[in-house]
């Protein structure tokens, strides 16, 4: 299992970007699946998550209505859509496996970094102001 991000990039404020995780080693239709953040100095950050066929999508609050999260099973990629960033935006974004096969979320998950059996390395992304 390989989960690999790209697209980080430096921007300011009110810009946009578009991350990319692409994912190998399983079927990514089969699983739960996250983007999680991590700023410096602090610990993990839960952002979006997306369902097998994609719906439903949840986020957290700090993200709703800026970020989108979607993704391609069949090129198994999932994507992270960021508008009008804002420098509390600036941290390594992670994609991250769920480790259950088949389990769809019907409500926003509680994050636990232990829910996640597979992670990427990250991809920086830096908002200034």
Do not use: H
């Not at 993990?44 to 979607?70: C, H, K, M």
């Not at 999932?78 to 259950?100: F, G, I, N, Q, S």
């Not at 509680?110 to 920086?124: I, L, M």
């Amino acid at each position: 299992v390989q989960l690999v991000e790209s697209g980080g990039d430096s921007v300011q404020a009110g810009g946009s970007l578009r991350l990319s995780c692409a994912a190998s080693g399983f079927v990514m239709s089969n699983y739960f699946m996250s983007w999680v953040r991590q700023a410096p100095g602090k610990g993990l950050e839960w952002v979006a998550g997306s369902n097998l066929q994609n719906e439903p999508t949840y986020y957290a609050d700090s993200v709703d209505g800026r970020f989108t999260i979607s993704r391609d099973n069949r090129a198994k990629i999932v994507y992270l859509d960021m508008k009008k960033l804002k420098p509390e935006d600036t941290a390594v974004y992670l994609c991250a496996r769920y480790k259950w096969s088949g389990a769809t979320l019907t409500t926003r998950p509680v994050f636990r970094e232990s829910d996640y059996a597979y992670w990427g390395k990250g991809t920086q992304v830096t908002v200034s102001a």
